[in-house]
């Protein structure tokens, strides 16, 4: 067993799957065990202060910390990052979307959870559209595609 396993992934998943209203708004207060009994784990305040250190030293999640006296810290600003949700799997890994084939499997995964039958069907029509296309076509797709979606974000469609 590694620290990772033991540690700090159990730390990292209750952060994600908290139900706390504190914790989802991005604060978090560990010592004399709350931390523990927030976050719904069995560690010790001591290890999920360590873990969150690692945990953003991975990048996996972000946040200002204020010390008090004590055995107390403050976690402010607390959320994870797009890394930690890649770590925990809730988030593609775009560093591996390098060729049609892989950005057609990220698709019809995609379809596979669409809400309606026509977005199933416009998703994996668009895989087997970006199965055809070579290398250099699909290049040119994707940045065509980014500008698009950035386009649409700021208002400039």
Do not use: K
């Not at 065990?33 to 001591?46: I, Q």
């Not at 995609?110 to 309606?116: C, H, I, K, V």
């Amino acid at each position: 067993m590694s620290v990772w396993t033991v540690r700090d992934l159990p730390v990292l998943e209750a952060l994600s799957a908290s139900g706390d209203d504190d914790v989802r708004l991005g604060y978090l207060t560990i010592g004399h065990g709350c931390g523990a009994e927030t976050l719904g784990v069995t560690h010790s305040d001591d290890a999920i202060y360590d873990s969150l250190l690692t945990l953003r030293d991975a990048g996996y999640v972000d946040f200002d910390m204020q010390l008090e006296t004590g055995p107390s810290a403050h976690f402010t600003q607390l959320r994870l990052t797009g890394a930690g949700y890649q770590a925990l799997g809730e988030w593609p890994l775009f560093d591996e979307i390098t060729s049609p084939e892989t950005m057609a499997l990220l698709l019809e995964h995609l379809a596979a959870e669409a809400p309606t039958e026509e977005e199933t069907q416009n998703m994996l029509r668009a895989a087997r559209y970006v199965r055809s296309l070579g290398g250099d076509a699909f290049r040119r797709f994707v940045v065509g595609a980014m500008a698009a979606l950035i386009r649409a974000q700021v208002g400039l469609e």
